[in-house]
């Protein structure tokens, strides 16, 4: 095509920038056709409007975009008054990835912040255009029903659900069927409890809705950044988002210049400290990373225990 410009997922967040330029030089159009892009060649991008960041008693203004196309989901990306990169936070494939600044170096924590509100109102979006096709209490009808147990399938059987939740289930011979429940038949289909998935990261709200078409109702975050996982699971738990269950674990990191994450643990104090955070957090458990010294192994698996919390992670490597 003509005009057109070349991106992809993985391109250093300079080329984003120089695209968002090009955006603006050609009239800010609602799509800009790229090579080799997405699947459609379409990189849409929207304006979010301007914003003030402060950087101890400074006040720095850009402005903030959304980018739909480079990557699977969408970007958050802040220009300064100049047209420079500002700050990027991505989540391309199962890893964050973000891009600040070196003198906004102190705010990332709040981009991650204003992109996770951002990304989560997309997601509410979406689920008040997603209505369940039932609600209250109904009864599916006539389906074969494997309930994971190892038991012989039901042929025939019955599920009433009630307000999200299954009231009963087995043989429609045996289960009885309130007076005026809906039923919905569902004969030649089969009926398998919710999978799981034991190890993710879950990096974009769009996965969240994803999953449950996929039948994933539980998911196990092996590691993620705090302010977004635990937004997010905030969110569908309210039952303002569509997505599964999520089941989270805490990374700990040992520090220096290749540590991993933003939680490190040098002491056992520091250990016990980081435990703690992600303990009052609700997460289930704690994941330890490639840095941490056996010592810090021990300090953090004692406490984790003793709070009631699983240990899990990588084989540092001092061990």
Known sequence: PAPFYTVDGYAPFAAQMLMLRYWKQHGQPRIIQTIPGS???????????????????KTVRLERYVIDGVVWGRETLWLDEDGSLAAAITRAGGLSFEAVREDLESALIAFVQRATTDRLADLELITARTPPLRSGTYAMVGGTIVDGTG????????????????????PRASVTIPDGVTTVPISGKTVIPGLWDMHTHVTQVEWAPVY????VTTVRDMGNEFEFITALRKDINAG???GPRLLLA???????????????????????KAVGK???AGFEQIKIYSLITPPMVEAISAEAHRLGMTVTGHVPNGM
Request: hydrophobic share 40%; glycine share 16%; charged share 25%.
């Open 240 to 242: 303002r988002a569509l």
């Open 212 to 215: 449950l078409g996929a039948g």
């Open 278 to 280: 992600y303990h009052d």
């Open 39 to 57: 699947p459609t060649n379409e990189v849409i991008v929207e304006s979010r409007g301007r914003e003030a960041i402060r950087i101890g008693s």
């Open 250 to 272: 805490g990374l700990i990191d040992g520090p220096g210049p290749d540590a991993f994450g933003v939680y490190y643990a040098a002491t056992p104090e520091e250990a016990t």
């Open 151 to 170: 038991r012989a399938a039901i042929d025939d059987g019955v599920i009433v659900v009630r307000d999200g939740k299954i009231a009963d289930v087995g």
